[in-house]
């Protein structure tokens, strides 16, 4: 109760809380303790806090890259979408947000002011925070292609990083070995252009989506990243695992890639499936399949 009692000094805060309602999923089991900070200096207290009491932390976004696990988290999760979503557009194609912001939103506010280069994360639905941290892509453009800088909590203080500092690759980046750092925000360029070009872009693009993927079902997007000179969804057809299941969980028959909550699926249905479709692949192939997804409160 004590710990509460802090916490929601600077912010929202739910106890145990279950994950499956914050994740795209639809899977997860309770957290001790879900937060919401008002602000940047309520998020830096909350750290403190978290330290200080001895409870691990994780930030999260959206969910939408996580498959967590079922058992309880003892722990506090920090979740910045609620509060900590401003953006703004300078007059030469500067977009500053934060962390929290929807990069959907993002891309959206951005066409309406004509900015071009948002437009391969229309169909994202994760946080700007979330996708630097991935470096989230699509279309053959990603986060990095577009980023000027981050600002970054570590070390007890926020600093102003630049992209080049961050080791950007495909779907990764140096936040993903540095667990200490904090994306706050984000320093953004665009180009202008015509407004109803982009528009047009990013309708094709929500017909593609609709056309290609299982958004009527809960997942957490491409499960597998693309290995060198190859698709990860081809490979996964060859197998014949289209449309296989473990459990709950489902490989997708209108998109290989997409492993989807079927049926009530558990963390673990989606685990024992990606490790099977890893080993027919490595198999067949001799091909390492590595996931973009990450797995949170896992015991290894």
Known sequence: MELEKKLSAYGDVEINEPLAKHTTFRIGGNCAYFVY????IALMRILDIAKNAGYPYKLFGKGSNLLCSDEEYHGIVICLDRYMNDFYFEEDG???AQAGCSIILLAHEAMKHSFSGLEFACGIPGTLGGA???NAGAYKA???DILQSVLVQKDGECQWMEVDELEYGYRSSRFQREHDWIIVGAKLKLTKADQQEIRDLMDSRRKRRLDTQPLDKPSAGSMFRNPEDAFAWELIEKLGYRGKKIGGAMVSTKHPNFIINEDNASAKDIAALVDEIQRKVKEAYGI???TEVERFNWKI
């Open 142 to 144: 990603s986060m990095s």
């Open 132 to 134: 630097i941290f991935m």
């Open 288 to 290: 390492e399949l590595h």
């Open 94 to 96: 500067v977009c500053v």
């Open 37 to 40: 900070p008002k602000n940047q």
